[in-house]
């Protein structure tokens, strides 16, 4: 199990950026994460970058961005490419494949996250140097490197979830976006209707914003871990060679 583990890491690692479109899009990417994220939002924060916790947002985002353009292509593009049948029709058993390929693209988000938090902090540190090398607090280190992971899993089993079934890559990146866009906006709604519908809404929400940082952290995390739970489960009872194959 073990080999054949490693053998389908090996072949998605080289896919990653060999697949149709996916070297360009992977540059794009980059770039887009390094501009936005890892330098302009350090250079706007400063010093407060690494003495308060707005680096948990990047720890958010860029698994979004990086695993959920990459993870349509587990499935979907195999099938588009017709090479899904081999894969399929080779001695490597069912969990191998599953897990190969949801560890690579879980891997390649979060390697990359951490990577554009180091080089934040660095940035952060050019901008506001306090007369040594900062630091991220190890509380909010801890929380970066773990919250990363986990939101890497989530949109790496979301994502291979919905590419089982769908016939294009584009299909999966459409069918992914939109999944992962309704959390999203009801983060921004829900706010909005405590405001003007709810008696003290605004008391409410300055309440929360106001919130212990371990709280707010263990009930993020916590969220994560149980749709993490949740989605591989998912993924693991929908994945069935012999569908796939008549598929």
């Known amino acids: 199990m ?6 389908v890491i090996w072949k998605e690692r080289q896919g990653l950026l060999y697949q149709r479109g996916g070297r360009a899009r992977a540059i794009w990417l ?12 350090p250079l706007q924060m400063g010093e407060e970058w690494f003495t308060m916790a707005w680096s948990i947002i990047p720890a958010l985002i860029l698994p979004l961005m990086l695993v959920g353009t ?5 499935f979907a593009g195999e099938r588009e490419r017709h090479t899904l049948p081999t894969l399929l029709a080779s001695r490597l058993p069912d969990r191998a ?24 902090l660095l940035v952060a540190n050019l901008v506001a140097w306090p007369g040594y090398f900062a ?34 890559v584009q299909g999966a990146q459409q069918a992914l976006m939109g999944a992962l866009l309704i959390p ?5 709604i829900v706010p909005i209707v405590l405001m003007s519908i709810v008696p003290n809404g605004r008391a409410l929400i300055s309440q929360i914003t106001k919130a212990d940082f371990t709280i707010v952290v263990g009930v993020i995390g916590g969220v994560l871990l149980l749709l993490n739970v949740g989605l591989f489960a998912a993924a693991l009872a929908r994945f069935r060679r012999s569908r796939l194959i008549l598929d």
């Open 135 to 168: 630091f991220y607090p190890p509380p909010l280190l801890i929380t970066d490197v773990l919250v990363s992971l986990l939101m890497s899993g989530v949109v790496a089993s979301l994502g291979v979830l919905i590419s089982l079934r769908s016939a294009t």
């Open 2 to 7: 073990r080999q054949d583990l490693l053998t």
């Open 97 to 120: 494949i599953l897990f190969g390929k949801l560890i690579t693209t879980t891997g390649y988000g979060w390697g990359l996250t951490l990577i554009l938090l180091a080089l934040s």
């Open 30 to 41: 980059l770039f887009v994460a390094v501009v936005m994220i890892a330098i302009l939002l």
């Open 184 to 188: 999203l906006m009801m983060v921004q």
């Open 70 to 74: 990459a993870v349509p292509e587990s």
